[in-house]
């Protein structure tokens, strides 16, 4: 079956580190992911989507690396801030017309001073 | 230009009543996709609706739940007779398309069954 891993422990880093999320993904072929971010009683909010033919996409102090051969996508946070904590989730895709959108578990970033 | 709202934030009920979540998607967005999400849990899909038609409810209970967004007015999530396990956030998310498009999420209506 289908299968979307997040570490599900929370990420524990210093104020102007960079914060590495993974997401691997079995028995998918996406056609695309997708990254959300969620706070605390909050609807997740979309921040980045990346194509199988883009090896890394960037936006702000975001970026997003996939790679279908690892079945594996990073994402990075350059200069993080306190404001950067939250869940983030990613959401593999196959696509298609009628295609719905599966998320991970996220992973909890907190970013202290 | 509104975001997606949903109604109520938060509603209680006492198990064998019923519970209606309403979602009105963000303007130009006829694609509507309601999740649930359980404490420590992730987002499950449930059922994903253009205007007055299902197109897949494949993550949906088969029985008790229901969901429709009719040619006017917000989509409806229905659960009948509802039971504790039914207590979640259930969130509504629309899109203009169904293909490549992000989700844009309301915050959610919290479920709690006495």
């Known amino acids: 079956s289908q299968k979307i891993e997040q570490n599900s422990e929370a990420l524990n880093i210093q104020e102007g580190k960079t914060a590495t999320l993974t997401c691997n993904y079995t028995?998918?072929?996406?056609?695309?992911l997708q990254w959300y971010r969620q706070d605390p009683g909050r609807g997740p909010v979309f921040l980045l989507l990346?194509?199988?033919?883009?090896k890394e996409k960037r936006k702000e102090r975001l970026k997003v690396t996939f790679d279908t051969t690892l079945k594996q996508s990073l994402f990075h946070i350059t200069a993080s801030q306190p404001a950067d904590s939250a869940t983030y989730l990613c959401a593999p895709s196959e696509g298609g017309t009628a295609s719905k959108l599966t998320f991970g578990t996220g992973t909890r970033l907190q970013v202290t001073l | 230009n509104a975001g997606v709202m949903q109604n109520p934030r938060h509603l209680v009920r006492r198990r064998g009543q019923e519970a209606r979540l309403r979602c009105s998607p963000m303007?130009?967005?006829?694609?509507v996709y309601w999740y649930r999400q359980l404490p420590e849990e992730g987002l499950k899909f449930m059922v994903y609706?253009?205007?007055?038609?299902?197109?897949?409810e494949s993550g949906m209970p088969k029985e008790r739940f229901s969901a429709e967004f009719p040619k006017e007015g917000p989509s409806i999530l229905r659960i009948q007779q509802v039971v504790r396990g039914d207590s979640a956030a259930y969130f509504c998310?629309?899109?203009?398309?169904?293909?490549?498009?992000?989700?844009?999420f309301g915050n959610g209506t919290r479920l709690t069954v006495t």
């Open positions: 028995n998918y072929s996406p056609a695309y």
């Open positions: 998310a629309s899109s203009p398309t169904d293909y490549n498009s992000p989700l844009h």
């Open positions: 303007k130009g967005h006829s694609h």
């Open positions: 609706l253009q205007k007055e038609n299902i197109i897949d």
């Open positions: 990346i194509r199988e033919n883009e």
